[in-house]
């Protein structure tokens, strides 16, 4: 069964930093590609970031861009977030997801198949 | 960057009912379109991918179509548990949704 399980999210000050983990199981976490999405409290979902299976390609939303890393440990079947110079429009739940494409060669298989259930980041002072 | 259009942006429907959504894409995407369930306080969940093929274990009365610019997510006989908001998903970007409640 396929599972992916976000931690690390909390309340943090503006200008603070957080690092969001996503671990997976139950599938061959190196050959897809993951991504994070989020969703500020009753609004709709905004995509934050994809890596491609092997981490050689990456993209960020504007959004985020300068502030957020995104990267993957395949020995340990984890993706991470780190999230820098947070601001309140960052409030959200932060989704991991699995894409069974790859972010560079935008077809058909670019979609989100399974997600985790979430992480609630509050920034806030 | 790609746009995605929603419409409508909510629609009241009874069970039984055939509900129809649209959505829009700012630049031709192909079929690189997929379709999310969300409800309150869960992750999305997959319905559709590749404009019209149904993921599995989702129920047959879900159905997408389209290619290029212009998609469709139709619900051919509403029920009780598909009461929702409804999300495109087009490349980096997701539709604004489409709430699916109870008339």
């Known amino acids: 069964e396929v599972q992916l399980v976000e931690s690390g999210g909390g309340l943090v000050k503006p200008g603070g930093s957080l690092r969001l983990s996503c671990a997976a199981s139950?599938?061959?976490?190196?050959?897809?590609?993951m991504n994070w999405v989020r969703q500020a409290p009753g609004k709709g979902l905004e995509w934050v970031s994809s890596i491609s299976s092997s981490s050689s390609y990456i993209y960020y939303a504007d959004s985020v861009k300068g502030r957020f890393t995104i990267s993957r440990d395949n020995a340990k079947n984890s993706l991470y977030l780190q999230m820098n110079s947070l601001r309140a429009e960052d409030t959200a739940v932060y989704y991991c997801?699995?894409?069974?494409?790859?972010?560079?060669?935008?077809?058909?298989?670019?979609?989100?198949?399974?997600w985790g259930q979430g992480t609630l980041v509050t920034v806030s002072s | 960057d790609i746009q995605m259009t929603q419409s409508p942006s909510s629609v009241s429907a009874s069970v039984g009912d055939r509900v129809t959504i649209t959505c829009r894409a700012s630049q031709g995407i192909s079929s690189w379109l997929a379709w999310y369930q969300q409800k309150p306080g869960k992750a999305p969940k997959l319905l559709i991918y590749?404009?019209?093929s149904l993921q599995s274990g989702v129920p047959s009365r879900f159905s997408g179509s389209g290619s290029g610019t212009d998609f469709t997510l139709t619900i051919s006989s509403l029920q009780p548990e598909d009461f929702a908001t409804y999300y495109c998903h087009g490349g980096f970007t997701f539709g604004p949704g489409t709430k699916v409640d109870i008339k």
């Open positions: 590749a404009a019209s």
């Open positions: 997801a699995r894409a069974p494409g790859s972010p560079e060669q935008m077809d058909t298989a670019w979609y989100f198949d399974y």
């Open positions: 139950g599938f061959t976490f190196s050959s897809y590609s």
